[in-house]
């Protein structure tokens, strides 16, 4: 059963940096689609980063050159690091893995960006 557990998040100053980690058990990483997303208060959930299997990794535009997400195939684990955070980075972060056709998610971990 694929469980994917997400960790790293809290409250920081606009600024400030955080790094989410995503574990997985259950499944391999290393050849699927990981990506993470985001909701806000208020708004639809929307794609954050993406790091496909063999392709390129594609980021939002809103988070272009701060966050970088990245992955390490032996812990099974997907990271992203959020430099230079925002006050409308406000959001619970989820991360997901599509496997065979189907997409799983994380409960989600929540990021306060607040003075």
């Known amino acids: 059963q694929v469980q994917l557990v997400e960790s790293g998040g809290g409250l920081v100053q606009p600024g400030g940096s955080l790094r989410l980690s995503c574990a997985a058990s259950?499944?391999?990483?290393?050849?699927?689609?990981m990506a993470w997303h985001r909701q806000a208060p208020g708004k639809e959930r929307e794609l954050v980063a993406r790091?496909?299997?063999?392709?390129?990794?594609r980021y939002a535009d809103s988070v272009m050159g701060r966050f970088t997400i990245s992955r390490d195939n032996t812990l099974t684990t997907v990271y992203l690091q959020m430099n230079s955070l925002k006050p409308e980075d406000t959001a619970v972060y989820y991360c997901?893995?599509?496997?065979?056709?189907?997409?799983?998610w994380g409960q989600g971990t929540q990021v306060t960006v607040s003075s």
């Open positions: 259950g499944t391999v990483i290393s050849a699927t689609d």
């Open positions: 997901t893995q599509v496997l065979r056709g189907r997409v799983y």
């Open positions: 790091m496909p299997a063999g392709g390129n990794v």
